[in-house]
């Protein structure tokens, strides 16, 4: 199957400083890339939509100034949490398609934000 | 958007026995996946399957399109099959978004 990377896979920040979670389609290349957010023992919810080449897509309630999202490449797109909060700790995770964007869709390993 | 719903949420087994997960959807899909979340988050990919039925190993699917749901069967369950399964589903105008069900955590004692 394809497989999609996600660094860093944990980090631990200071409230008020910013994070960059970068997510590469490692055998692929993929125009469209997803951002999910997983509280503890909880499901997935569907952040935003990344577009290589043209603005992300944010799902209703999702503060695109909070969560900026760069989808610079086919293979690389990067969710920045600005100015991190206690509650913006969760579980990150993005995935992509190979094929079409109703394609099959595999996801990364995710990574685990925790803001002090 | 679509609702997914799955059932049961949690699953207790004997090594050994069998299990039926469902999973319901209110609209048409294009795209249905079913998912296990390993204990450090991966979500492996177990089945893409938005009709029909198809079988690996000790697992199988089958998606009954038309009546807009889905069964994951696990036989001679493991202890390693323990862990969330997830199913995901996309509607026809939702441009690759997938929405996850609530998930049912199996538990498989030895």
């Known amino acids: 199957g394809a497989v999609v990377s996600q660094h860093p896979s944990r980090v631990i920040c200071k409230s008020g400083t910013s994070v960059k979670i970068e997510c590469r389609s490692l055998d692929f290349q993929a125009t469209t890339m997803f951002w999910y957010r997983q509280f503890p023992k909880q499901s997935l919810m569907l952040m935003a939509t990344s577009n290589e080449g043209s603005k992300a897509t944010y799902e209703q309630g999702v503060e695109k100034d909070k969560f900026l999202i760069n989808h610079a490449s086919l293979t690389l797109s990067t969710l920045t949490v600005t100015s991190a909060h206690p509650e913006d700790s969760s579980f990150y995770i993005c995935?992509?398609?190979?094929?079409?964007?109703?394609?099959?869709?595999?996801f990364g390993p995710g990574t685990r934000l925790t803001v002090l | 958007g679509i609702q997914v719903e799955q059932s049961p949420p949690d699953l207790i087994l004997q090594e050994g026995a069998n299990s039926t997960l469902r999973c319901n959807f209110s609209d048409s899909v294009n795209n249905l996946q079913w998912f296990h979340q390993n204990p450090w988050g991966q979500l492996i990919n177990l089945f893409y399957i938005p009709s029909g039925t198809k079988q690996n190993g000790r697992l199988s699917a089958t998606t009954v399109a038309t009546e807009r749901y889905s069964l994951l069967y696990i036989s001679s369950s493991q202890t390693t099959d323990s862990g969330v399964y997830f199913c995901a589903g996309r509607g026809g105008t939702s441009y690759g978004k997938l929405t996850f069900g609530q998930g049912t955590i199996l538990t498989v004692h030895p």
């Open positions: 995935s992509a398609s190979p094929g079409s964007s109703i394609d099959e869709q595999f």
